[in-house]
């Protein structure tokens, strides 16, 4: 089919105008993992991502390290709202502390997956109920696995994980504290663990490169002679921006992992410049330096190109293979002989499995206890109103006796005086 060209647009153009006024209005909303051992400086590399204090390090924290070690790994939420331009971004930021500070660390992966597959399954079933104009999306949209430098490669611990999370989210694995390695014995490292990744099948997040990914701008209008040269210009502009694009990617790409240094504290550069860097007796580490770290090509992969992405990767990948498992565990379990309608409704969810963590643990017997007060405290209400009912009632039947008693006593004087008259 021919394509139309006039010289007066028609208004198809200001379609992403119109989308990006939807979007605009309502926001979007972005859920962070973060996950590693202990001092690998996560709790600084949210803070200095976000260029805000999102998750304080508290005395509490601070001290965690002298209390004795807890057995099991625990799930921190942090929420806020950042706003830029105008566009407001609810994001959360998962923490897990606790993550590999034991001996044994057998199935320490266990808590993490479990909140993942709880969070799509709760999804789910606001999906499925009848009124779904609010939702409370918690779905994890990026996992950062942070990786000890240690130079030599990743731990049995490391690499199950990451098979276990790569399965269920976008992964992104980066290398903490980069600058305890020099750039030799850096490149080694991410040489040893792309290798591990290879060999063990480990799926991380990688930007499309293909040029079919970026949508191409709207040409400039077109006579019956040709395109214009305002046209040409365009469409070379568009191809260079597509160029620069894949070129970006592959950038990302080559330097995945991301060895990092984060720091929230600014130091002047010698040029009068305030930078975000770590304060060494030879120099500084700055943070935003493509020499000295990939901070700014992961935060560019986080929030400034590929964010949609990670949405819509979550949404269109991981959300919908836990859906369609699902649905086909629901099939597989029914008989033979049931119904396709029956046979395609999803069988009952599985117990919540985060009741073994402490936190929730402590949470959800606060609850308990709330509820059973409450219980209590309606029940010594009722009883109060029971007792003040019946005695309103003594006290009536009380009155009621008095009226009658003084009733026959005027009856009696009416009797009197008729037969004084007779």
């Not at 935060?299 to 293979?321: K, P, V």
Request: aromatic content about 6%; some cysteine; overall charge neutral.
């Amino acid at each position: 089919m021919a394509t139309t060209s006039v010289i007066n647009p028609v208004g198809v153009s200001n379609l992403p105008n119109q989308r990006y006024k939807i979007v605009s209005e309502n926001g979007g909303t972005f859920t962070l993992m973060v996950c590693g051992e202990s001092g690998l400086g996560k709790t600084t590399f949210i803070n200095t991502l976000f260029q805000t204090t999102l998750k304080p390090i508290d005395v509490q924290q601070q001290q965690r390290r002298q209390l004795p070690i807890k057995r099991t790994v625990e799930i921190d939420i942090t929420r806020a709202i950042l706003e830029e331009k105008n566009f407001d971004l609810r994001v959360n930021v998962i923490d897990t502390p606790g993550f590999g500070d034991n001996v044994n660390n057998k199935r320490a992966w266990q808590p993490l997956v479990d909140f993942i597959d709880d969070q799509h399954d709760s999804f789910m079933r606001q999906e499925q109920q009848p009124f779904r104009e609010t939702k409370f999306d918690l779905r994890v949209h990026a996992v950062l696995y942070f990786i000890k430098p240690t130079g030599h490669g990743l731990k049995p611990l490391d690499i199950e994980t990451m098979k276990k999370i790569s399965t269920r989210a976008n992964l992104i694995p980066v290398i903490a504290k980069a600058d305890t390695l020099t750039q030799q014995e850096l490149q080694i490292f991410k040489s040893r663990i792309r290798q591990v990744i290879e060999a063990q099948e480990i799926r991380i997040f990688t930007p499309p490169i293909d040029s079919n990914s970026f949508a191409p701008t709207p040409a400039a209008p077109t006579t019956e002679e040709g395109t214009t040269e305002e046209g040409n210009d365009e469409i070379s502009q568009t191809l260079n921006q597509d160029a620069a694009a894949i070129e970006h990617a592959r950038q990302l790409i080559e330097s995945m992992p991301f060895a990092i240094v984060g720091s929230e504290n600014k130091y002047d550069d010698g040029k009068g410049n305030l930078v975000a860097a770590r304060k060494y007796p030879w120099g500084l580490v700055e943070v935003e330096n493509d020499n000295h770290c990939d901070f700014r090509k992961l935060r560019s992969l986080l929030l400034r190109t590929y964010l949609l992405d990670l949405i819509l990767t979550t949404q269109e990948i991981h959300f919908e293979t836990y859906r369609r498992l699902r649905l086909e565990g629901s099939t597989s379990n029914n008989n033979e002989n049931a119904d396709d309608e029956s046979g395609s409704m999803p069988v009952k969810a599985p117990a919540r499995k985060l009741s073994h963590n402490p936190k929730f643990k402590e949470e959800e017997n606060s609850l308990k206890k709330y509820f059973t007060d409450q219980v209590k405290a309606e029940e010594q209400r009722f009883r109060q109103w029971e007792q003040n009912i019946v005695n309103e009632r003594v006290r009536l039947n009380g009155d009621l006796e008095d009226i009658q008693s003084k009733v026959k006593k005027l009856e009696e004087q009416v009797r009197a005086l008729q037969l004084k008259k007779r």
